[in-house]
C-alpha cells in the first residue's frame, strides 16, 4: 500500500524558517503529481506547492517566493522549504501525490487521491 509520512513541524517565530518532509512508501514509481497543502482551524484545505516528475513546480501566491518545493528520488522523499514564515502560515501541513499522471489540476485537493497525515507548523 502506498504510504506518505510528513514530519518537520514545530513551533516557530515570525521570520523564521522550517523544512517539511515527507518520505512516501509503497511506490512503484515515482508519482507523476505531488504536492503540498496546508488547513487552518475553520479554512478550508490550500493547494501551496505542486511538483511534476519531470520538474514543473507551481506555487500559491500566499507562498510563491517563500516556499520552495523539492524532492530526493534516492531517498522517496519531498520538501517544503518554509522561509519568512508568519503567523498566517499556521496550519496543518499535508503531502499528497495523485495516481493519475494527469497534473493538470496542479493545486486542487479532490484531485489527489494519497494523503499523509499531516505535521503542524505555528508560527507565534
Known amino acids: 500500500d502506498v504510504q506518505l509520512v510528513e514530519s518537520g513541524g514545530g513551533l516557530v517565530q515570525p521570520g523564521e524558517s522550517l523544512r517539511l518532509s515527507c518520505v512516501a512508501s509503497?511506490?512503484?514509481?515515482?508519482?507523476?503529481?505531488m504536492a503540498w497543502f496546508r488547513q487552518a482551524p475553520g479554512k478550508f484545505r490550500e493547494g501551496i506547492a505542486h511538483?511534476?516528475?519531470?520538474?514543473?513546480?507551481a506555487y500559491a501566491d500566499s507562498v510563491k517566493g517563500r516556499f520552495t518545493i523539492s524532492k530526493d528520488n534516492s531517498k522517496n522523499t519531498l520538501y517544503l522549504h518554509m522561509n519568512s514564515l508568519n503567523s498566517e502560515d499556521t496550519a496543518m501541513y499535508y503531502c499528497?501525490?495523485?495516481?493519475?499522471?494527469?497534473?493538470?489540476?496542479?493545486?486542487?485537493?479532490?484531485?489527489?487521491?494519497?494523503w499523509g497525515q499531516g505535521t503542524q507548523v505555528t508560527v507565534s
Open positions: 509503497g511506490y512503484t514509481a515515482s508519482p507523476a503529481c
Open positions: 499528497a501525490t495523485a495516481s493519475s499522471s494527469d497534473c493538470t489540476w496542479k493545486l486542487v485537493p479532490s484531485a489527489y487521491d494519497n
Open positions: 511538483l511534476e516528475r519531470g520538474g514543473d513546480e
